[in-house]
């Protein structure tokens, strides 16, 4: 097999362990971050398959993938308010407390279902198919592919940055996914350290404008977050001028190339 192929082979074995011990931490039910780890290792398999979509051998474990990640995601977001609430000191003591069964509820669920299974048996099946795959001359120009996806996935990014009604929900996921491409996909995507950095610092303030603006959703229904609205619709406002200078400097990037 090529460099590439082999590369690709190894790299979803080695995250295939680490989803494998994230379960592990998950069911002993004493890692705080089980949870976080999980989701990470489960995005950089989703960026390393993303730009293969289409190739018959990796459909399987891009349906699984996926389906993990939709099923995590609302516990993730509850993981991610509880660990605010907690950071908000005794005054919100009981919000956390309520919460808290809700979350280890979640995790069991998710340990019971039958997303984490479906995963690992797709997981186990497919270096067998990507090895026939090879064989069957089926991976043949991979890194122009993954090349040309890539570049696709950039001036999607580029077209949306300009564009004056611009979506911010739409931006973070095009910049997760340029930024989670590269990262799979270092000497392919050809983006600068300095782009990379962007994309980062843009991520980052999108995603805090994403949890205030879901924070303030929760409020509208649950009566014990009513005090902390205040204060989250501040920091929804900066994060929204922070993201915006944000997403200025990755125009410079994009805009040039796109």
Known sequence: MGRLVEGELQQVLRLQVTLYACRERLLAATDPE????????LRKLRSLLQPLRGLPACAALQQQA???????????????????????????????????PRLLTGYAALLAGAA????????????????????????????????????????????????PAHDRHRLRLLIKRVRYGAGAYPKLSGLSAKTLARLKAAQSAL????????????????????????????????????????????????????
């Open 34 to 41: 089980a949870l976080h780890d999980l989701r990470i290792a």
């Open 66 to 100: 996926a389906e993990l990640g939709r099923s995590s995601g609302p516990l993730r977001d509850l993981e991610v308010l509880i660990a605010h609430l907690q950071s908000q000191g005794q005054d919100m003591r009981d919000a956390v407390n309520l919460r808290q």
């Open 116 to 163: 984490l299974p479906a995963l690992f048996g797709a997981l186990d099946q497919w270096p067998q198919l990507w090895r026939q795959a090879a064989a069957d001359a089926e991976l043949r120009g991979l890194a122009n592919r993954v090349r040309r996806r890539l570049a696709k996935q950039q001036r999607r990014l580029a077209e949306a940055l300009v564009d």
């Open 207 to 258: 995603g805090d404008w994403h949890d205030r603006l879901q924070w303030l959703q929760r409020a509208e229904q649950d009566a014990d977050l009513t005090v902390c609205v205040d204060t989250w619709r501040m920091a929804l406002q900066a994060a929204e001028e922070t993201a915006d200078l944000a997403l200025l400097a990755l125009q410079e990037d994009f805009t040039s190339t796109g």
